[in-house]
């Protein structure tokens, strides 16, 4: 990629940038609630490329109803996160992730210039294209999705990546590629957003580590956790360089449950949030979480909850 055209696709989103009108959900007079910010892209886009380039910009404390990735590009800047009390320095090479409606503002002041990337994605576009990155860490997952359930949280990422020079030039490809949209730009950024989340999960997967002093046991759980969707008691085996019979019987023995109910449990746990949690149609849902068809995910559901995924959802909006 030639310095010029990242030059000057940066200067375009930048003075862009300055030309969104960002807009809010009106609130009651004397609400105690923030200002949501709304999706500030074209409806039909899915994933937007904002950049910041200046020395002062102060946000308005609010919410949004998407999720975002702000990655210092150069300089470092503050954010308000989650409290308007509550201030971090997002140093360069460091991101900040955060969900649809926790509380953020960027309130930043420096003597030298700054330049900020965001990546916004649509909440539904988010778990169709990244569900399978994110569900592998019960946490990550549960991050991302908390919101979608407790409207109001408060909650945020701020990942310092040890591999910065990858996630630098995927969002260089992403502002090229915004920058002079084609027909298929949509496409093209989903490819690459996926592989930055990859690389966001890989990151808090480090900063997160599983402890290593972990029974057996508990790490064979975590790693059907990683693969639900797919994984078998051969696999499993061959990973820790056990046999089948001694990975059942451990299980059954330490957790109490067998290795097909471990799975389902995963499974199930995911179906649930989704179901809670998204506008998903069940189809997707089920594909998501490793169905071949719809008729398996719909037995298994019922078998595992004593409601069908339509009941759930209704039984959980009461």
Same mark, same amino acid.
């Given at each position: 990629?030639?310095?010029?055209?990242?030059?000057?696709?940066?200067?375009?989103?930048?003075?862009?940038?300055?030309?969104?009108?960002?807009?809010?959900?009106?609130?009651?007079?004397?609400?105690?609630?923030?200002?949501?910010?709304?999706?500030?892209?074209?409806?039909?886009?899915?994933?937007?490329?904002?950049?910041?380039?200046?020395?002062?910009?102060?946000?308005?404390?609010?919410?949004?109803?998407?999720?975002?990735?702000?990655?210092?590009?150069?300089?470092?800047?503050?954010?308000?996160?989650?409290?308007?009390?509550?201030?971090?320095?997002?140093?360069?090479?460091?991101?900040?992730?955060?969900?649809?409606?926790?509380?953020?503002?960027?309130?930043?002041?420096?003597?030298?210039?700054?330049?900020?990337?965001?990546?916004?994605?649509?909440?539904?576009?988010?778990?169709?294209?990244?569900?399978?990155?994110? =569900?592998?860490? @019960?946490? %990550?997952?549960?991050?991302?999705? *908390?919101?979608?359930?407790?409207?109001?949280?408060?909650? !945020?990422? +701020?990942?310092?990546?040890?591999?910065?020079?990858?996630?630098?030039?995927?969002?260089?490809?992403?502002?090229?590629?915004?920058?002079?949209?084609?027909?298929?730009?949509?496409?093209?950024?989903?490819?690459?957003?996926?592989?930055?989340?990859?690389?966001?999960?890989?990151?808090?997967?480090?900063?997160?580590?599983?402890?290593?002093?972990?029974?057996?046991?508990?790490?064979?759980?975590?790693?059907?956790?990683?693969?639900?969707?797919?994984?078998?008691?051969?696999?499993?085996?061959?990973?820790?360089?056990?046999?089948?019979?001694?990975?059942?019987?451990?299980?059954?023995?330490?957790?109490?449950?067998?290795?097909?109910?471990?799975?389902?449990?995963?499974?199930?746990?995911?179906?649930?949030?989704?179901?809670?949690?998204?506008?998903?149609?069940? =189809?997707?849902? @089920?594909? %998501?979480?490793?169905?071949?068809? *719809?008729?398996?995910?719909?037995?298994?559901?019922?078998? !595992?909850? +004593?409601?069908?995924?339509?009941?759930?959802?209704?039984?959980?909006?009461?």
């Amino acid at each position: 990629m030639g310095n010029e055209c990242l030059f000057s696709s940066i200067e375009k989103l930048a003075k862009d940038f300055d030309a969104i009108r960002w807009q809010y959900l009106a609130l009651p007079p004397g609400s105690r609630r923030e200002k949501t910010q709304l999706w500030p892209g074209d409806p039909s886009e899915e994933i937007m490329i904002c950049v910041y380039k200046g020395r002062r910009l102060h946000e308005l404390f609010h919410r949004q109803d998407f999720f975002f990735f702000n990655f210092a590009y150069e300089g470092d800047y503050g954010a308000l996160s989650s409290r308007f009390d509550n201030r971090i320095t997002v140093q360069s090479g460091e991101c900040y992730i955060g969900q649809p409606y926790a509380g953020y503002a960027i309130d930043a002041q420096n003597e030298e210039e700054i330049v900020i990337v965001g990546v916004l994605i649509q909440t539904q576009a988010f778990f169709k294209t990244f569900f399978h990155v994110l =569900s592998a860490n @019960s946490k %990550l997952f549960h991050f991302f999705l *908390n919101p979608q359930i407790n409207e109001y949280s408060d909650e !945020y990422i +701020h990942l310092k990546f040890d591999d910065a020079f990858s996630v630098r030039r995927l969002l260089e490809l992403m502002i090229v590629e915004y920058a002079s949209p084609q027909k298929n730009t949509q496409d093209v950024l989903k490819s690459l957003a996926l592989a930055l989340m990859m690389q966001v999960a890989r990151q808090y997967t480090r900063s997160n580590p599983t402890a290593e002093t972990a029974a057996p046991a508990e790490r064979i759980v975590a790693y059907i956790g990683e693969h639900f969707d797919s994984v078998t008691l051969g696999e499993v085996a061959a990973h820790f360089s056990y046999h089948p019979n001694y990975v059942s019987t451990l299980l059954s023995k330490e957790i109490g449950k067998s290795f097909s109910a471990l799975v389902l449990e995963q499974r199930m746990e995911r179906a649930a949030a989704l179901l809670r949690g998204t506008k998903l149609p069940i =189809s997707e849902i @089920s594909a %998501l979480l490793g169905y071949s068809n *719809n008729s398996n995910f719909f037995k298994a559901f019922r078998g !595992y909850y +004593h409601l069908s995924p339509r009941e759930f959802c209704v039984d959980k909006t009461e």
